[in-house]
């Protein structure tokens, strides 16, 4: 009994409440230099900021392939400027090239709920394929497993889902273009433009564009009574929603089309003399293969891409400018962009991909243009600012397609371009806006070639938008819905 009373007495609690006061004192040390690290952290992002994001920045990236493959990527560009790819889904979507895809803006924001993108592919299968895709980056748990034993590596995002197929054309999707979240509008090459609701996919309008007429038929033409080339290149659509442009094959001309009626506002015949100017002499087609609309200052304008040149056009249609410097190079991709925050004209930017493997950025502002350095030309040129890949980066094949963003919130003094080339590699490149808004006179290499993603397709289009970070328990939420959802889905099966 005496030493079970000894060891009672040993007492260890008072040199256990002596150890914390002992350690208190470190701990306080190691509080402050806690609460200096994260000011250290925060210099070292605005220092990094010139070279990446304060924080990291997820896009999701989608292209279509003429190998029926529909792909989707993700790139998480980190503060260091260095930017890591990952599958996020990889199958055959039609039966034949997909030739057009398009991203809807994304959903508004409802508590407690993700939100969503709407995806459609379009194909020479006729089809339109619907997908919806989370706007969020996927979560990273429980897949490094998956990553490991594939190849390449793998993100799945459980969120994306399929929703079905539009089948209103009657031959070849040529575009699809979201102008708001709760209207598709596709083209083909039947001649007609769909104007299709989000809500139920049914279809609101059908514009159908003429045929052109032929006149005389050129020697060895094996086209079949009727076969001559027709259908919708491209259009695209006034940001008042109240009118359209479209171009088409065989056509010399441009139409204009009233969207709240739904009819034809008028007719615009490219002269000869433009058309010799850019390029498209006696024995080219002369039609236009792209449009888009744009900004140069306070006024609208639309630029009509040839097969080698680019026209702009101000709003009484009349040629402001042509674009390329020469035509010894064809051209593929066009979108203006304006840097936020910005309202000087300069910094109304075109993008061009060209054969050649360059992304070239110009300025169409009036103080920009160049007059023609001969009699027998009357456009003026477009001020070149900026170019990324090409030979100096070893780029050499042709950018198909390219995409253009920026993030306001991570990273506002840059812009983001993601390029597909036809050899089946992603590029992307970040560009500070400085740097395209700079007027020193001279074309220089802008920009940082972030990462190359080789897809192991030939690209033939490609979408991107930038994905917003997840909020507090919206995963757990949405598994809720889904596991209701998929016990209501049994309970018919079973019934």
């Known amino acids: 009994m005496a030493k079970r009373k000894r060891v009672e007495v040993a007492a260890p609690a008072p040199v256990q409440e002596q150890a914390p006061v002992k350690k208190a004192k470190p701990s306080t040390k190691t509080t402050t230099k806690s609460t200096t690290k994260p000011n250290k952290n925060a210099t070292a992002a605005r220092e990094a900021a010139p070279n990446g994001p304060v924080e ?9 392939s003429y190998d029926r493959v529909l792909h989707g990527i993700t790139a998480t560009v980190k503060p260091t400027g260095a930017a890591d790819f990952a599958d996020t889904f990889l199958f055959t979507a039609h039966t034949s090239a997909i030739r057009a895809v398009a991203l809807s803006p994304v959903s508004s924001p409802v508590p407690g709920q993700g939100q969503k993108v709407l995806l459609a592919s379009g194909s020479t299968d006729e089809r339109i394929n619907l997908y919806n895709l989370s706007a969020h980056p996927p979560n990273r748990k429980n897949q490094e497993l998956l990553s ?17 197929t539009l089948l209103h054309h009657s031959s070849n999707i040529t575009r699809l273009v979201f102008p708001t979240r709760s209207k598709l509008l596709s083209s083909g090459e039947d001649s007609s433009i769909a104007v299709t609701r989000t809500r139920d996919w049914s ?11 032929v006149h005389g038929r050129p020697s060895g033409d094996t086209a079949p009574f009727g076969g001559t080339p027709s259908g919708v290149n491209d259009f695209a659509i006034h940001p ?42 006696r024995h080219s087609t002369g039609e236009g293969r792209t449009v888009v609309w744009g900004k140069s200052g306070d006024e609208d304008e639309f630029a009509v891409a040839f097969d080698r040149d680019i026209v702009v056009f101000g709003m009484d249609s ?18 203006y962009v304006t840097l936020d925050g910005e309202t000087e004209d300069n910094l109304n930017i075109l993008l061009v991909s060209t054969e050649d493997g360059r992304v070239l950025f110009f300025s169409t502002a009036t103080s920009d243009l160049k007059q023609p350095d001969s009699e027998d030309k009357t456009l003026s040129t477009a001020k070149l600012v900026a170019q990324v890949g090409g030979k100096e980066e070893g780029v050499s094949g042709r950018i198909k397609t390219a995409a253009i963003m920026q993030s306001k919130e991570l ?17 992307m490149w970040r560009i500070p806006k400085d740097e395209l808004a ?48 998929s016990d209501d889905s049994e309970d018919e099966d079973d019934d």
């Open 411 to 427: 990273d506002p003094s840059a812009l983001y371009v993601v390029g597909g080339s036809s050899d089946g590699k992603i590029r």
């Open 56 to 64: 990291e920045l997820t896009f999701q990236i989608v292209t279509g």
């Open 148 to 164: 490991s034993v594939a190849p390449r590596p793998i993100l799945e995002n459980s969120k994306n889902r399929e929703l079905g």
């Open 438 to 485: 700079a007027r020193d006179g001279s074309t220089k290499q802008a920009g940082k070639l972030l990462g190359t993603y080789d897809t192991q397709n030939r690209i033939t289009c490609l979408a991107a938008f930038v994905m917003i970070p997840r909020p507090d328990g919206v995963e757990e939420s949405e598994d809720e819905v889904e596991e209701e959802d």
């Open 240 to 281: 008042s929603m109240k009118l359209m442009i479209s171009v088409s094959k065989g056509e010399r001309c441009m139409r204009l089309w009233n969207l709240v009626t739904g009819k034809k506002a008028g007719v615009l015949n490219f002269s000869r003399d433009m058309l010799q100017e850019v390029g498209e002499g």
């Open 203 to 213: 279809v609101l309008s059908t514009i159908k564009v003429p045929i052109p007429v």
């Open 318 to 335: 009349v040629p402001k400018c042509r674009v390329m410097p020469d035509t010894r190079t064809k051209i593929h991709e066009v979108q």
